[in-house]
């Protein structure tokens, strides 16, 4: 359940802000139901509960989550794990409890495959959700048709494990990947594939690779398992711009967005840490300025994963320091904006992702909690949900459900949070004031349907699924009507009132005279009437 620090306001409130009067956040627009204070993963809201991830009863720990990024695919979740298996979960269905959830597995389970034989660190949906990208400890990318679950091809070239996926943003055969070996690729799917491997799969070369990216700085020269770990990429990220691509490693706290027309050189590397040292200018290389980011012995560096909203405005950075920093693309070389603090992140495992609409930040915890944090407001205590036995590693959003996230765990279970269903509707919400305005009057509504008038207090009390009273909520119309009907036949009935009402109106003598139409095309039995005669009669 989720342990509310501070009231938060709702859920996308920036957008119904703008909205209703502009891109200032209103305090009307704040103050209505919390949503995401409200977050549960327990069975009985709109389709919370845990994921077992598990294989013959074997559990095994989930790596990657991702949710579908189109309209058919929005509710479907992808889960890759240590085993290598890719399981395919219906967020919609009914989910169980974490007590019942390994024996309900299969239940819960849509599909799943052995995608590697190692482990699968990272999944990318391409192509409308008809395909999945899957990043595996074998040093290979494999293309898999989610219909039949066939591997369609196998980017290979890697010489590390494959740590890191993302697609263009409006281009899906254009992918880039990160590995463990210090390089990032670049692949364009279109490219005529090579021979076949041994097991008869289509292979494709990478089109442009950038090596050792990601560099160790003031490293002994001695080699080392903890010195090959250092140079890996942990995160590459394809910018709405289409052009440029941004990494981050583990050897470093610095984030660099690379041009993908000139990759000789990062047009920008951004260092993570606030304060710690001055930023390096645009353009120039992180090998020839190793002092200036250079950190104070036994301090945590680098960076475990990079998220950018849909309209591509930011980029959030998880760092080993504790920290996530948010950094804005208009303005990269004024380094983080703002900087987030209160969750653990003691391993690379552990991943943050940025809201769709940019408003807040969703990030994992070597303590076992899920941390969420409101964008403009990086001072304020973050909401804590609590559930997970082990790390909180990987976090997504569902970018059409509003109020529905997932988060994965090193406790062998994926946790499905969503917010409880409410009795009623929020009335803070634009739809909710545009009918304010709409809709016809409570007493021209009786006279046509023979009501008796009846009497009610100012506000309409909520609950939530278990009971209980929710505040905010107020009736817009006084006293309040009870209608029974289906939407459709309610939208019928208003409708029909308004043209009653509309020609009524216009049929009326009064209405006649008074109205602008009456000078330009006046009635015969009238005297003809001006302009100054219409305004002077309305100011009457």
Known sequence: MATRRRLSPTFFGGLRARELGGASVSSRATAGLPYLADLSSDPGGRGGGVIAVEHSGDPAIPFAISFGKTAQTCNLLAVADEDGYVGLYDTRRRLPSASSSLEKSAETRVCDWVAHNNAVFDVCWIKEGSQILTASGDQTVKIWSVGNRKCIGVLSGHTGSVKSLSCHSSNPE??????????????????????????????????????????????????????????????????????????????????????????????????????????????????????????????????????????????????????????????????????????????????????????????????????????????????????????????????????????????????????????????????VIRKRITAPSTEYRRSITHEPATTSRDGVVCTSGDGELQSGCHSPLQPRALHFGTPESSKKRALALFEEEALDSRKSPEAQTNSPSSVLSPPPSLKRRTIRDYFASAAS
Request: charged share 20%; net charge positive.
């Open 174 to 431: 254009l992918i880039v990947s990160g590995s463990r070996d210090g390089s990032f690729a670049l692949w364009d799917l279109r490219c005529d594939p090579k021979s076949p491997n041994s097991h008869g799969e289509t292979c494709l070369t990478s089109s442009a690779v950038v090596r050792e990216a990601h560099s160790p700085i003031l490293r002994s020269r001695t080699r080392s398992r903890a010195k090959a770990a250092s140079t890996s990429i942990t995160s590459v990220l394809y910018l709405k711009d289409g052009v440029s691509i941004a990494t981050s490693g583990a050897a470093d706290n610095v984030v660099k967005i690379w041009d993908t027309r000139n990759l000789k050189v990062p047009f920008s590397n951004k260092n993570s840490q606030a304060g710690a040292q001055p930023l390096l200018k645009s353009g120039q290389s992180l090998n020839k300025h190793t002092g200036l980011l250079s950190l104070k012995e036994g301090v945590k560096h680098g960076i475990s994963c990079l998220s950018q909203d849909s309209y591509g405005a930011y980029i959030a950075a998880s760092c080993m320091d504790n920290r996530i920093y948010l950094y804005s693309v208009l303005h990269v070389n004024k380094g983080p904006i703002k900087v987030y603090t209160g969750s653990k992140i003691e391993s690379f495992f552990v991943k943050s992702a940025i809201s769709p609409d940019g408003t807040h930040i969703l990030g994992g915890s070597s303590d076992g909690s899920v941390y969420l944090w409101q964008v403009d407001q990086p001072e304020s205590a973050p909401i804590v949900l609590k559930g997970h036995e082990g790390e909180a590693t990987s976090v997504d959003w569902c970018a059409s459900e509003v109020g529905k996230i997932a988060t994965s765990s090193d406790d062998s279970t994926v946790r499905v949070w969503s917010t409880m269903k409410m009795d009623c509707t929020n009335v803070s919400s634009p739809t």
